[in-house]
């Protein structure tokens, strides 16, 4: 029903920035929920960012003052700005959206995108 399609992902030095970004394909034509998501080795998938259909943005504190989240549900597109980059924030990133269905959460997933940042 969805595909989604990330890109941007890559190596960068600390304190250097990236932009992710996801387009949405398939027969749902927007979603209420779009997210980034990140999975580092041995650890468990984090929420980093998300924006509503009504365009409200939450953020992980990790992420407060470093990442920006940006979302066009009619063109199914979500994008993650990345600023001061860290080594800690190598990992890699998925994106998510999200709709509501008889009031039950149905998410789809990206194949996920490495974010490496190294000297």
């Known amino acids: 029903q969805v595909q989604l399609a990330e890109s941007g992902g890559g190596l960068v030095q600390p304190g250097g920035s990236l932009r992710l970004s996801c387009v949405a394909s398939?027969?749902?034509?927007?979603?209420?929920?779009m997210a980034w998501y990140r999975e580092a080795p041995g650890k468990q998938r984090e929420l980093v960012a998300l924006?509503?259909?009504?365009?409200?943005?939450k953020y992980a504190g990790f992420a407060e003052g470093r990442f920006t989240i940006s979302g066009d549900n009619a063109k199914r597109t979500v994008s993650l700005q990345m600023n001061d980059l860290k080594p800690e924030d190598t990992a890699v990133y998925y994106c998510?959206?999200?709709?509501?269905?008889?009031?039950?959460?149905?998410?789809?997933w990206g194949q996920g995108t490495q974010v490496t940042v190294s000297s």
């Open positions: 398939g027969t749902i034509p927007s979603f209420d929920n």
């Open positions: 998510n959206v999200q709709r509501f269905v008889v009031g039950e959460p149905v998410g789809y």
């Open positions: 924006i509503t259909r009504g365009g409200v943005s």
